[in-house]
């Protein structure tokens, strides 16, 4: 079931009667564009579903250049290396797709990029990466039979030399643990990940893998913009078994 059928059926249980709660997911679809801008200009909602895409009516790749003369959505209309937006404290840039600065607390934040420093709490050694699945949309699609079979089973990727200072066998089950929390997963032992770093993809159901996800370890902790997660800031460890 889609997420729009959901948000229907939800609407009218809890009693909203706002319109766009009762449109069909082609209504939402015509509602999404401005079908009057110049660069959809004999694009319509019916050749998109012939023809399965449409290019935009715009320049040829090698003359496109949008941002040639700036027009950045930013206060100088220029790529801010400094950032001005920031003189008025934690924000969240306005063209991210969720981003909201309704509810930021405004505590001060350094318009210049920096480098924080991994945490170490607990003084556990690997930062896992959990990046996300190539079978799900986040964990959407997560308890379908075929998305399943496609991702195979939770698991992590440790490298040989993390593996044998554990005592872990590529295909053998482990659990990946910190203060936070742990999770089960298959270990694949590969040089994709160098020594000190561990990946596994998040998404997961706990209600199809029998357990808990890799969100478990990860951090509850805010980032430093825009009260973002940490979640690229996750130590552990692994040990054998379940």
Do not use: C
Request: aromatic share 10%; net charge negative; no cysteine.
């Amino acid at each position: 079931m889609p997420n729009t059928e959901l948000f229907r059926r939800l609407a009218r249980a809890m009693g909203f009667d706002d319109p766009q709660f009762s449109y069909s997911d082609e209504e939402l679809a015509e509602r999404a564009y401005d079908w009057t801008a110049p660069v959809l200009q004999g694009i319509t909602l019916e050749r998109l579903k012939r023809e399965g895409w449409a290019r935009l009516n715009l320049p040829a790749p090698d003359q496109y250049a949008p941002h040639a003369q700036g027009g950045f959505p930013t206060p100088s209309g220029k790529v801010e290396l400094k950032a001005s937006m920031a003189a008025g404290g934690n924000f969240v840039l306005p063209v991210f797709r969720q981003g909201s600065n309704e509810f930021q607390d405004g505590s001060p934040v350094d318009p210049l990029p920096g480098w924080t420093a991994p945490q170490t709490a607990g003084g556990y050694p690997l930062s896992l990466i959990s990046s996300k699945s190539h079978a799900f949309l986040n964990s959407g699609y997560a308890n379908l039979r075929r998305q399943l079979a496609h991702a195979g089973e939770q698991h992590v990727l440790i490298n040989a030399v993390d593996a044998s200072a554990r005592g872990i066998a590529d295909g053998s089950r482990v659990t990946v643990f910190n203060d936070g929390g742990a999770f089960q997963a298959l270990a694949k032992l590969s040089d994709d990940v160098p020594s000190g770093i561990v990946q596994s993809p998040m998404g997961y159901w706990p209600a199809v893998t029998g357990g808990a996800s890799v969100n478990a370890v990860n951090p509850a902790r805010f980032g430093d913009l825009g009260r973002s997660p940490a979640f690229s800031d996750t130590r552990v460890d692994i040990r054998p078994g379940a």
